[in-house]
């Protein structure tokens, strides 16, 4: 697998791996940011292949979110497993689309992540809580492709 240049630094992964975390103690839900070099569909259906590949429909209660960013072309999507679906309105992941869509366009990738994180795990606290006992499910590294 081709593994392309970092996108984010030292201290810009630690931020958001900080934010999955926080997110993970609000909620439930596991949270994945992938960052991927050069989509080869529309950005949706590449988070949705991404997701399969990163096996996050395994968790308990599928209920894993993905961020996938395509920073070369200004791109992302957010894809949440079944279990999440069928709790939440239809158009649940258009809010945080919108709140993340004007840090990316200026290129403040990590700004718009942490928001979309935050925002996030602020709605899926109410459907998903954290309950005693709860595991990490999923690594919380961002994983490149």
């Not at 999955?20 to 529309?42: A, N, Q, W, Y």
């Not at 992941?93 to 992540?113: C, H, N, Q, Y």
Request: aromatic letters at 12%.
């Amino acid at each position: 697998m081709f593994y392309p240049q970092r996108v984010f630094t030292p201290e810009q992964e630690a931020e958001i791996i900080a934010e999955i975390r926080k997110f993970e103690r609000r909620t439930s839900g596991e949270m994945r940011v992938h960052v991927e070099h050069r989509l080869r569909r529309p950005p949706l259906d590449e988070a949705k292949i991404v997701f399969s590949a990163l096996r996050m429909h395994h968790t308990q209660a599928r209920n894993g979110v993905l961020i996938l960013l395509a920073p070369a072309q200004r791109s992302f999507a957010i894809f949440g497993d079944v279990g999440i679906d069928a709790k939440t309105p239809a158009n649940f992941w258009e809010s945080t689309t919108e709140l993340m869509r004007p840090f990316f366009a200026k290129g403040d990738f990590v700004a718009g992540i942490v928001a979309g994180i935050d925002a996030a795990g602020d709605a899926l606290s109410t459907y998903f809580p954290w309950q005693e006992g709860d595991i990490n499910e999923l690594p919380d590294e961002i994983s490149y492709g």
